[in-house]
């Protein structure tokens, strides 16, 4: 009896190993035959999946000696199955993949924060891919949004001012769209500003616009959208480049880029320098003596490290340094004022610095769920530097400002049979701003403090309906936050800060809290035809600017208002796409929201003398309700990696549908107006092409007429411009580029009632190894 079990147990354990085999091969890019590093390789009907090494190596354990087939899949790539039979089992194999050149079959990860192809998710979601960043001539990195349709940019003064980011509508109210770079938010709270110099543009390898609220997933900020800027990952064992460029106004930057791999562990290194003598922004009847350029100057440093755990488990770490000055104009010095050593030998000027981490966690278990969390965190220090001139005697106070944002993101997926997946999450975030005006020519300081704490949680439900093409998206989010320690104080007075004086003190604690629910329905057939239909609430959180802050503003003061509460939208939607020709897809939205409870500055029927005139003294409140609606087109031709021609259209339409006031005596009636900064048409058509002789690319971009004032009777002008580069390779990774920004010399008005520079060139050696 014993021999007998010994020799089955025998037989046992030699069957089993006879029947563990090794299947080894290498994913690699087909257009340019390097591997491919972190690439999923599995087994279909099995839990057997690894991932790539470095150099694209991948290493299968396979039980049994049947003909199996496997699946290798990587972000960026279009994913490929074989077939495999036992006689290959020993021997090597190898695993082309397309590169994605269709941005319609791109994987995002903003609209579930998880991987998605664009078409899986019912909602608008665009994407600005590789290609595309290395073709469009860009300035800074909000300029490649301009080939998004429904995306307003402002950014009169080029690369010498400040950009603000509008989606579908939302206004030039900073906030509306959140922004974040490798899913961390990058949005202040301080004011939901975004400081877009600060964004390195040879650092970016994927843009994702996901349009519509984004707050079922993403929270506050998140109401009119979300901006996603993905940073690449290497694959070589050592790869970088150097370029440098110098252009109109003495522009000169440099940027670098090193970056490798070995085995699990890959890093990445990359700063730039720019400087530049820059221009009068102001018009021409606003010149005077003291008129100057206003001057450039900006640092910008960054790195990443990452490691592959193990084949489920990933770590990455990241943090950016960031210092710029930018010149708003005007100069007093060296007209012989009395106290002309107390202002600014640089004249007037705004200073950021910026420093930033990250570290994120990703793992899958069970083969059917994976978790994803981010921390994050960000201090900006900004001062503004302001200067004026009163009977010969010049007046200057600086207002310097430490804001910080510190956030923990978290998400959980797994699926529930093989037609639903849940996702679900806590989000957390604090912010806080200790700021001040402090005057320089007089012993006066006013403080403004404050911090809020937010947390949310959120549940997302995808659900495909069998094998239909019918697929449904739902989820609800809950946020809750507080506004603490909130100070208002004026120190030290004089007649400088008198009107401020009666509103120093302690400022009341505040809370709030808000619901953003989301439902979508989607019909999907591969290769014909997308169809889908959604409803999305959003809400924006009130900024601690509005809550804590009191003082001087454009045409008055205002008071802080730490009772504000958050602003909502109910936004409606219905999309469509042509998928029937490979190389050309056509896209169309068309969406209808409702805006409630609207911030906008109110006046509280009390006056105040600046300046020798009488100006109104407002507070920020909840007293709008808005109509917004439009539609947006996009036409995109991929011939190949080489060519590509896109077409981008929105129109957008704003209507105030109601809008309270304190006093009706003083205050203009607003129903019926539109928003202000807020175009009806944009257009843009951009064309890629690569070859032999020459590389170029051409964007054209239009922008309609705007409003600038809330009464609807001062308008900014339409206007477009033509940005031209041309490129091409010299030798052994030398290349040179000429990039001509505003082709026809267009001098207009944009925003901040300051004029273009109108044509500028730069010519830019690049080296890359």
């Known amino acids: 009896m014993k021999k007998t079990f010994l020799f089955f147990a025998m037989a046992f354990f030699s069957l089993n190993t006879f029947s563990q085999v090794s299947l080894s091969g290498k994913v690699i890019d087909k257009e340019t035959g390097n591997g491919i590093p972190f690439a999923i390789v599995e087994v279909k009907d099995s839990d057997i999946k690894t991932v790539s090494q470095s150099n694209g190596a991948f290493l299968l354990q396979i039980t049994g000696n049947n003909t199996i087939e496997i699946t290798a899949k990587s972000l ?8 495999i039979s036992p006689d290959s089992f020993n021997k090597e194999i190898t695993i082309m993949l397309d590169a994605e050149i269709y941005e319609l079959k791109t994987v995002v990860v903003t609209a579930t924060r998880s991987e998605r ?22 300035l800074s990195a909000d300029n490649y949004l301009y080939s998004i349709p429904g995306v307003s940019i402002s950014r009169g003064a080029s690369i010498f001012g400040a950009a603000d980011i509008s989606l579908r509508g939302m206004g030039n109210e900073a906030g509306r769209t959140l922004v974040m770079i490798d899913g961390a938010p990058i949005n202040k709270n301080d004011g939901g500003t975004v400081n877009w110099n600060s964004i390195n543009t040879a650092n970016l390898k994927q843009i994702e616009v996901l349009k519509g609220s984004g707050s079922t997933i993403h929270g506050g900020n998140a109401m009119g959208g979300v901006i996603n800027l993905i940073t690449p990952t290497p694959s070589e064992p050592l790869q970088g480049d150097v370029s440098l460029s110098y252009g109109s106004f003495s522009t000169l930057q440099t940027q670098a880029n090193v970056s490798g791999i070995k085995d699990r562990l890959y890093w990445s290194i990359n700063g730039s320098h720019r400087k530049s003598d820059g221009y009068i922004t102001s018009q021409a009847d606003e010149v005077d003596e003291f008129s100057i350029p206003s001057f450039l100057t900006e640092y910008n440093v960054g790195a990443k490290v990452g490691f592959q755990l193990s084949a489920k488990h990933k770590i990455e770490c990241s943090g950016g340094y960031y210092s710029g000055q930018r010149g708003t104009g005007s100069n007093f010095t060296g007209y012989g004022f009395t106290n002309e050593n107390l ?19 990703q793992g899958i278990f069970n083969d059917n769920s994976n978790l994803k969390v981010n921390f994050y965190t960000q201090r900006e220090y900004y001062k503004n530097i302001r200067e004026s001139l009163k009977n010969n005697e010049i007046k200057r106070y600086d207002v310097p400002s430490t804001r910080d944002d510190i956030g923990l993101l978290s998400g959980y997926s797994f699926s529930l049979g093989k037609y639903n997946k849940l996702t679900s999450g806590i989000d957390m975030r604090y912010g806080a701003v200790d700021g001040a005006d402090t005057y320089i020519t007089s012993t006066d300081k006013v403080l403004n403090l404050g911090k809020m704490n937010l947390v949310g949680v959120y549940l997302l439900d995808e659900i495909k309906i069998g094998e239909t093409p019918l697929s449904i998206l739902a989820g609800i989010r809950y946020d809750y936050a507080m506004f603490y320690d909130g100070k208002f104080l004026v120190e030290n007075p004089t007649s400088e800060t008198a009107f401020l004086q009666n509103f120093s003190g302690d400022l009341n604690n505040a809370n709030f809290s808000a619901f953003s629910p989301r439902v979508s329905f989607q019909y999907y057939q591969p290769q014909k035809f997308r169809t889908y239909l959604g409803y999305s609430r959003g809400y924006r959180a009130p900024v601690l600017d509005d809550l804590c802050r009191t003082g001087r503003i454009s045409g008055g003061m205002k008071i802080a208002n730490p009772l504000l509460k958050p602003e909502y939208i109910d936004n409606y939607e219905i999309g469509a796409d042509i ?18 409870d609207y911030h906008a500055y109110i006046a509280t029927g009390d006056s105040i003398i600046l300046n020798n005139k009488l100006r109104p003294i407002m507070t920020k409140s909840n007293i709008g309700k808005v109509e917004i609606y439009g539609a947006e087109f996009n036409v995109n031709f991929t011939l190949s990696n080489s060519f590509i021609w896109s077409l981008a259209y929105s129109h957008i339409v704003t209507n105030i549908l109601d809008y309270k006031r304190l006093n009706s005596e003083i205050e203009d009636n607003l129903v019926g107006k539109e928003l202000v900064y807020q175009p009806s048409d944009i257009f843009n058509t951009t064309l890629i092409w690569k070859n032999s002789i020459i590389n170029s690319s051409v964007v054209f971009n239009y922008k309609g007429a705007q409003w600038i004032n809330d009464i609807n009777t001062e308008k900014i002008n339409s206007y477009y411009f033509i940005d031209l580069q041309l490129w091409r390779p010299i030798y052994k990774g030398l290349q040179a580029s000429l990039m001509i920004h505003n082709l026809l010399n267009n001098h207009y008005i944009d925003s901040r009632n300051m004029i273009s520079p109108g044509r500028m060139l730069s010519l830019q050696i690049k080296y890359e190894f």
């Open 117 to 138: 192809k664009i078409l899986d998710v019912p909602q608008r979601v665009e994407v600005i891919g590789n290609n595309k960043i290395q073709g469009i001539p860009a």
């Open 76 to 83: 960026g790539y279009s994913s490929k199955s074989l077939v």
């Open 343 to 361: 202002a600014s030998s640089k004249g007037a000027y705004n200073w950021y610095t910026d420093i930033n981490s990250r570290v994120s966690y």
């Open 579 to 596: 998928l029937y020709f490979k190389k050309v897809s056509f896209s169309t939205s068309f969406f209808y929201s409702i805006g409630q």
